[in-house]
């Protein structure tokens, strides 16, 4: 079936620093890829939607020179997460879709802004 | 995409099936029925989908209402492992343009007893 893999799972920075999360198709090709985040006790939120060798949308609300996002190839989407701030402290999830109706998802990163 | 409600939390005991609810009373003629589970700290997993027929698979079977009004996940033996948040999702099958994303709503949180 469809892997995604995300990376890393989790990790840990100091505020002001900036963290990239990876988010790669294994065996499939993802035009489309998706970046939610989700705060504890909390749905997922969807953030932006990556399109490969384009710009990122992004939902209202989410900031997009402090949330970016390149999908650069068919496979692979990062998220980088600029000076970050404890606020941003979260859980951030990718998805991507394979075919017309199957979403898979990645396993999750948690960030931690200290 | 039309609107689900789930009831925010349920109970089942080991064992025993385990019956999620979601009303999408407002769905449309080309909507399917999506379910996903999220253990804790972990992706959404996909479980099953279906448009009007009633679906099995090896994981749960899709139990949907004659008037597609509502539908009920049914997990047959649940275990400890299926505690998870259960999200019902509404939404076309087969997008007319660029991938759409998946909407989650706040889901049911169930709890599988020992």
């Known amino acids: 079936g469809a892997v995604v893999s995300q990376h890393p799972s989790w990790v840990i920075c100091k505020s002001g620093t900036s963290v990239k999360i990876e988010c790669r198709s294994l065996?499939?090709?993802?035009?489309?890829m998706f970046w939610y985040r989700q705060f504890p006790k909390q749905s997922l939120m969807l953030m932006a939607t990556s399109n490969e060798g384009s710009k990122a949308t992004y939902e209202q609300g989410v900031e997009k020179d402090k949330f970016l996002i390149n999908h650069a190839s068919l496979t692979l989407s990062t998220l980088t997460v600029t000076s970050a701030h404890p606020e941003d402290s979260s859980f951030y999830i990718c998805?991507?879709?394979?075919?017309?109706?199957?979403?898979?998802f990645g396993s999750g990163t948690r960030l931690t802004v200290v | 995409d039309a609107k689900t409600t789930q009831p925010p939390s349920m109970d089942c005991a080991e064992g025993r099936a385990a019956n999620l609810p979601c009303n999408h009373s407002?769905?449309?003629?080309?909507?399917?029925v999506y379910w996903y589970r999220q253990i804790h700290s972990q992706g959404p997993q996909y479980i099953i989908h279906?448009?009007?027929n009633n679906e099995t698979n090896e994981m749960a079977s899709l139990i949907i209402t004659e008037d597609r009004k509502s539908s009920t996940l049914i997990l047959p033996h649940a275990t400890l492992r299926d505690t998870a948040v259960y999200y019902c999702i509404v939404r076309v099958g087969r997008s007319s343009g660029s991938a759409r994303q998946l909407t989650f709503g706040s889901g049911t949180q169930l709890t599988v007893l020992p």
């Open positions: 065996d499939f090709q993802a035009t489309t």
């Open positions: 279906g448009l009007k």
């Open positions: 998805s991507a879709r394979q075919g017309n109706y199957g979403y898979t």
């Open positions: 407002t769905i449309s003629g080309n909507e399917y």
